[in-house]
């Protein structure tokens, strides 16, 4: 049994954009509303399927987000546009991965040096102000996920065009748009993404995954169960290779520190080449750069670091670290922005 776990930190904030994709073709997302679903929240209403307990160390109210930029076998190759085609596949269900730092394959990625991030700037924020960050430092992810209390999966007003809005019964709960391809996340409300489907620039699924395998970590405190069902948090692709987060939102030690991992897995075949240690990435989103990967973990209570990874095998190489838990990182002329908790950081990538 747990003991009683420590004090929290002053509440975390709500940890998923509204809207925040880049222009694609003449689709474009509706205005941001004025507060977003959370990952750390329970299911907003008008979300399909079951809610999901919030974690208890107490859940935050949701806050406005940045403003609008703008089966077993082979992978199916499916038209994106016709969501019956969609339905008529079966997703290659991946086996349980190892829930621990395993190489099975290097995956394929040069050996150059690793980057050095140098600290040039430290500021603290005002924890909603999330909105004016993005804004006043020009960024943007290339995201987008239902408005709150839409039904997800039927706001045919914020997704793109070329994205199914289901799954079967699964919801369409994010879209990251990476320009020569993207990823559609599907589950059964927004704080529980199960299926991957990765769409070419020609917006046909050249792959489509399920990883409910890697979503409940094999061991667990039996009071924790209603916790530790994790969710796929982003995803992207290079050189033939997926690379994924995963992960719960709550302690660590309710799954005996098997959480938040990245894993690279094979596009064409579905095999894992590598999956990290665990508390690694539990941030909104991570970052390919070169031949590494930038990626955050946080928690209440817990250590707060900013990570570098090999991409090739999955090893960390550099930790920084961060007074409170990583949200975003994004990449921006030479430099690495980082939004936390309550600080704003920014790197230069050297």
Not at 13 to 31: E, K, T
Not at 43 to 52: D, L, S, V
């Amino acid at each position: 049994m747990l003991s009683a776990p420590p004090p929290p930190q002053p509440l975390r904030p709500a940890r998923w954009l509204a809207a925040a994709l880049l222009a694609v073709g003449a689709c474009q997302p509706a205005s941001a509303p004025p507060a977003r679903a959370s990952q750390d929240a329970a299911t907003p209403p008008g979300a399909t399927g079951a809610a999901t307990p919030a974690p208890h160390d107490g859940a935050p109210p949701p806050r406005p987000a940045p403003p609008p930029r703008g089966g077993n076998g082979k992978p199916a190759l499916v038209a994106a546009s016709d969501g019956a085609a969609l339905d008529s596949r079966s997703p290659v269900r991946l086996p349980p991965p190892p829930f621990g730092a395993a190489l099975v394959r290097r995956a394929p990625a040069g050996s150059s040096a690793a980057p050095r991030l140098v600290k040039i700037a430290e500021k603290k924020n005002q924890i909603t102000d999330e909105a004016a960050w993005f804004t006043t430092n020009g960024l943007a992810l290339p995201m987008i996920t239902p408005a709150p209390g839409a039904d997800a999966g039927g706001a045919s007003d914020t997704f793109p065009s070329f994205a199914p809005e289901r799954y079967r019964d699964q919801a369409l709960v994010k879209v990251i748009d990476h320009g020569d391809h993207s990823a559609l996340l599907y589950g059964p409300n927004f704080a529980e993404a199960r299926f991957v489907a990765i769409l070419d620039a020609a917006r046909t699924i050249v792959a489509f995954f399920d990883f409910e395998s890697f979503l409940m970590p094999p061991e667990f405190e039996p009071k924790e169960a209603g916790f530790v069902k994790g969710s796929i948090g982003w995803a992207a692709v290079e050189d033939g290779v997926l690379y994924v987060s995963s992960g719960h939102r709550t302690y660590a030690a309710s799954s005996k520190g098997k959480n938040a991992y990245l894993s690279a897995i094979e596009l064409a075949s579905g095999q894992l080449l590598w999956q990290s240690a665990p508390l690694v990435c539990n941030a909104d989103n991570f970052v390919l750069h070169g031949d590494h990967l930038l990626c955050g973990y946080g928690f209440t209570a817990e250590p707060d670091f900013l990570y570098v990874l090999e991409r090739a095998t999955g090893k960390v190489v550099s930790k920084l670290p961060l007074k409170s838990g990583p949200e975003f990182l994004v990449e921006k002329d030479g430099k690495l922005f980082v939004r936390t908790y309550d600080t704003d950081y920014v790197f230069e990538i050297r």
